[in-house]
């Protein structure tokens, strides 16, 4: 379980540089674009940039949920979820390595 635990903090906290990337994505579009940081939601982002990846996950789940969760500014969401990723990984990670002390 601990080797598991520990792969899912591992890819929490290196995932992080490509967050970071689509950070820097949307934070390009608004600045070259009419958009603000409040104005791009993040199903404008998808729908401008990957449309292909929104219709997938529009295909897998419920479409109302997502409306919901993409209606929302994509520079805050994606803030939102890097931050939270990197410390839900490094709290994780202490986690893992008390367990294994034990």
Known sequence: ??????????????????QIGFLIWILVIIFTSDFSLMNLSTNDFLSLKIPWLRDWIYSWFWNVW?????????????????VLNYLIGIWLMNKVKELEQE
Request: glycine fraction near 6%.
């Open 1 to 18: 379980m601990t080797s598991f635990l520990k792969g899912l903090a591992y890819l929490l906290i290196y995932t992080t540089p490509i």
């Open 66 to 82: 997502l409306n919901f969760w993409w209606g929302f500014p994509a520079f805050i969401m994606v803030s939102l979820k890097t």
